[in-house]
């Protein structure tokens, strides 16, 4: 067979996508006849930043889901094929058995592993671990930082201290220190994690008993089993293979295998937990500078003559009336935090060598530059365009928002 010309490298790749454009335009025609029925959602329709950016964003949200289906790889991301090492884009696959794609559409890796499905399968690391992180620490920072500015005095300088000591440290050194395998064995990211994800459950709990308070007999079974499923989920994210820590000395026993629903490989909970607890004072010092000046108003006023306990006005008063900023910075805050472990893997930190995330392909494509473009430039490139569709997203919201 003879290599692919240009325009049919563009061509196949742009059909391998067929499943993505077909996903995006049905979420855009559908987003469209609806938009004013959506809310600050709906009015990101008129916005072209905001579409462009919402635009860029999904279609790398459905790449992922749709590669981890198996949807648009041509080869598995971890296969080594013979005689395929750094091949340039378009390089047909010697001695390619029946079904198997016949070209290395993007080229071959100084491994010779297929460039395009690797950049695919990237793509679903960075849509599991950047937006589910994001919401953790969003969970910890508003559980926190709504008392703290609400409350103030010593709660408030108790909670702030231990902020400003976390926001102390450099970025990349705190995450350094956090997925360094010396500290990985001590088991040190399990127990923080049973900490930090606590606060979904705590956060459920305050947020339905505050809302229900009045409506004993609707309140209990509701908490009971919101907060049942919540713990049981918790049980299983936190524990692995029966355990929440294990090491060679001591372990921690967890549930049963048979109530384990999913175990997280432990690269992938030292990444999450570190960038949550990152994220989280940031998060934190927002929702308590707002708090502190949203409780001001008439409205919280108003509440608290009606009799409305602390923790209704700050999360169903308070709390509405912050969400415009707030939905912002959770943008902008999943574009940093895919940076981060684009950076994390640029070093070989956390996630496991073979991963096809996009900052260890980057990392392992830039040792032979100035060579061979091939294997880095297509990671780069996905990388830099879902964090410049989350900030043009996030522009859009906060024009939109304003508005509102």
């Known amino acids: 067979m003879e290599p692919l010309t240009t325009f049919e490298i563009i061509t196949r790749i742009f059909y391998q996508f067929t499943s993505v454009w077909i996903a995006l335009i049905l979420l855009f025609a559908v987003s469209m006849a609806f938009k004013r029925r959506l809310g ?135 995450f350094y220190l956090l997925v360094t395998p010396e500290i990985v064995a001590t088991g040190v990211p399990n127990y923080m994690a049973t900490v930090l994800f606590v606060f979904p459950i705590v956060f459920l709990a305050v947020l339905l008993n505050s809302r229900f308070y009045t409506q004993p007999r609707f309140r209990t079974p509701l908490l009971i089993g919101v907060l049942g499923v919540a713990i049981w989920l918790y049980l299983s994210l936190i524990s692995n293979n029966g355990a929440i820590v294990q090491t060679d000395s001591y372990w921690i026993p967890g549930i049963p295998n048979i109530l384990d629903l999913f175990d997280i490989p432990g690269g992938v909970l030292v990444v999450f937990v570190s960038v949550v607890f990152v994220n989280s004072p940031t998060v934190f010092r927002i929702v308590r500078g707002l708090t502190l000046d949203i409780k001001t108003r008439d409205y919280v006023a108003a509440a608290q003559t009606r009799g409305e306990g602390p923790w209704y006005i700050m999360l169903w008063e308070i709390l509405p009336n912050a969400r415009g900023p707030l939905i912002v910075d959770f943008c902008l805050r999943i574009g940093y935090t895919t940076i981060l472990l684009g950076t994390l893997g640029f070093f070989g930190l956390g996630l496991p060598p073979e991963s096809p995330d996009w900052g260890s392909t980057i990392n392992e494509g830039r040792k032979l530059l100035s060579v061979y473009l091939h294997p880095a430039l297509p990671p780069a490139l996905a990388l830099l365009t879902m964090v410049l569709g989350l900030n043009l997203l996030a522009d859009g919201l906060r024009e939109e928002s304003l508005k509102d």
């Open 40 to 174: 600050l959602y709906g009015k990101l329709f008129d916005s072209p930043i905001g579409m462009i950016g919402f635009g860029l964003v999904m279609f790398w949200v459905f790449t992922g889901i749709f590669g981890a289906m198996d949807l648009i790889v041509t080869q598995d991301a971890l296969d080594q094929v013979s005689g395929m090492k750094n091949k340039p884009p378009g390089t047909p696959v010697s001695g390619a058995e029946e079904g198997q794609y016949a070209w290395y559409l993007l080229g071959g890796d100084n491994l010779a592993r297929d460039v395009f499905s690797r950049m695919v399968k990237g793509a679903w690391i960075v849509v599991q671990i950047a937006p589910l992180a994001t919401v953790f620490a969003f969970m910890v920072g508003i559980t926190l930082g709504l008392p703290a500015g609400y409350y103030g005095g010593r709660l408030d300088t108790i909670l702030s201290f231990l902020s400003n000591l976390i926001l102390a440290f450099p970025v990349i050194l705190l």
